[in-house]
């Protein structure tokens, strides 16, 4: 009887060992790795950005609050989600930092979410790459998040740009485009072969572009109210047929449409309307959207704008399609600038301007 023991108990102590050694052995399979956001900024203050050449006014921004994370690893087969998440984030933990020693230039100042995301990752996969999305808003995806798998389902993933979502909020959304790289490699790629720690510095570009327009009377050609038909002044002023529909996460310049959205699609209208008397003669407006191109004219990223003068009120309005030159292989989406001298008054009619 005791002997029997004292072999169970020989027997315990040898399986315990072995099943130390195993775990022992699964742990150092695993490597830390430690992702840190940043943000593109300039050094104002946390919140604002002011608008070049205009130094009377800021523009607001509002930090994310959600971001969507997601870890490809290579495998003999390709590229594979190794770990995908939802990430709500605090505005108490986005802090302003001068970005010396960051790997990605980027002005004198950047945004950075000081709490730090970790994750570990086997070592028998140790080459992989992060790309990452942020919002203010939650988003809505093409796909369940779920279901992305490898790198051409993530690269295909598209968010709404719908008007009764998103599409007011497009100025805060970044990510990290797909094609953007430093010596050869996308640039938020790492390799965890040595077993070591890995930290992953990821900064975020927004996926919609900035339209920036100005307008100005000549102090000469502003309408005298006595002889009115003498003059001219700005009395209304929209956008129509931007882009309307899903838009790209990570390929932020390759949306594109089979032509113009009809009048039907997205619209700014009442930028400047006939009450509004200090816009009259001068001013200054920005709105963001997301660049796409048209089939059959993919060398250009259109924007309507609508005009009116000296209180016009029926017709089309005098139409002006800018045309901002565009290349889809390009990292970062474009900012288009309008500026307009207006010498006299503008009827129904239309006309392209392709800026340099």
């Not at 399979?29 to 800021?58: C, F, H, K, N, V």
């Not at 590229?79 to 302003?96: A, C, F, G, P």
């Not at 938020?188 to 100005?216: E, P, Q, R």
């Not at 048209?294 to 250009?300: K, L, T």
């Amino acid at each position: 009887m005791i002997k029997k023991l004292k072999y169970k108990q020989i027997l315990y102590i040898i399986t315990l060992l072995v099943s130390l050694s195993s775990c022992h052995h699964d742990m150092a399979r695993q490597s830390p790795m430690t992702l840190s956001l940043y943000l593109p900024a300039q050094e104002y203050t946390t919140q604002r950005r002011r608008i070049m050449g205009d130094p009377g006014s800021t523009e607001q921004f509002a930090l994310p609050k959600y971001a969507y994370i997601f870890v490809m690893r290579e495998t003999n087969s390709g590229w594979t989600v190794w770990n995908r998440e939802e990430r709500i984030l605090q505005d108490e933990h986005w802090e302003m930092t001068h970005n010396t020693g960051f790997r990605i230039n980027y002005g004198d100042s950047i945004f950075r979410y000081d709490l730090n995301f970790h994750f570990l990752l086997q070592d028998e996969t140790p080459v992989g790459r992060v790309y990452a999305i942020c919002s203010n808003k939650r988003l809505t995806f093409s796909k369940s998040l779920n279901d992305i798998t490898d790198l051409d389902d993530l690269l295909n993933l598209k968010f709404s740009t719908t008007p009764d979502s998103i599409q007011e909020d497009l100025q805060n959304i970044y990510a990290t485009p797909y094609n953007y790289t430093v010596n050869g490699q996308y640039y938020c790629s790492f390799d965890c072969s040595d077993g070591t720690s890995t930290y992953v510095d990821l900064m975020l570009y927004h996926v919609a572009s900035k339209v920036d327009i100005k307008w100005n009377v000549a102090a000469d050609k502003r309408i005298d109210n006595e002889t009115p038909a003498n003059g001219v002044r700005l009395t209304y002023m929209g956008v129509r047929r931007l882009y309307n529909g899903d838009a790209y996460c990570f390929k932020p310049m390759r949306n594109t449409l089979p032509s113009l959205p009809s009048s039907g699609g997205y619209d700014l209208p009442d930028i400047v309307t006939e009450s509004d008397e200090g816009l009259w003669w001068e001013g200054r407006t920005y709105f963001y959207t997301i660049p796409y191109t048209v089939e059959g004219a993919p060398e250009y990223f259109p924007v309507q704008m609508v005009l009116r003068t000296n209180g016009i009120t029926s017709g089309t309005g005098y139409e002006l399609t800018l045309k901002q030159a565009i290349d889809t292989a390009n990292v970062f989406v474009p900012w288009m600038r309008g500026n307009f001298n207006l010498s006299k008054a503008l009827g129904n009619t239309s006309a392209e301007k392709v800026t340099d």
